[in-house]
């Protein structure tokens, strides 16, 4: 398992931007495909995007395309979160987690290894 940590949120205004980050320990990191969930207040965890081990492939929840994208650095060891014109709806805690799998997992039960989560507050 990797050891995540993420970083980046904060308390914004409506229609701004924010980008989270995600660094993992270890020296495997390149093995994982990396995702990100949210969970927003007293609703279950959703899916948000997921990028595969290469970086080359990507998948995006419905309410989160086109409004957000997933990057990832290998030789960072850090997956990132770019998120715009961000809305109250965004307002929730933000996970990082990896799944040691090809191809692009959207399912939180393929993830093995979760960061403690980051809040993003959306005001107007």
């Known amino acids: 398992q990797v050891q995540l940590v993420e970083s980046g949120g904060g308390l914004v205004q409506v229609g701004a931007s924010l980008r989270l980050s995600c660094v993992a320990s270890?020296?495997?990191?390149?093995?994982?495909?990396m995702g990100w969930f949210r969970q927003a207040p007293g609703k279950a965890r959703e899916f948000v995007a997921t990028?595969?081990?290469?970086?080359?492939?990507?998948s995006y929840g419905r309410s989160f395309q086109g409004r957000f994208t997933i990057s990832r650095d290998n030789a960072k060891n850090t997956v990132y979160l770019q998120m715009n014109n961000l809305g109250p709806e965004d307002t929730g805690v933000y996970y990082c987690?990896?799944?040691?799998?090809?191809?692009?997992?959207?399912?939180?039960?393929?993830?093995?290894?979760w960061g403690q989560g980051t809040q993003v507050t959306v005001s107007s």
């Open positions: 270890g020296r495997t990191f390149a093995t994982y495909a």
């Open positions: 990028v595969s081990r290469s970086g080359y492939t990507t």
């Open positions: 987690a990896a799944a040691n799998m090809e191809g692009t997992p959207i399912d939180e039960v393929e993830f093995e290894s």
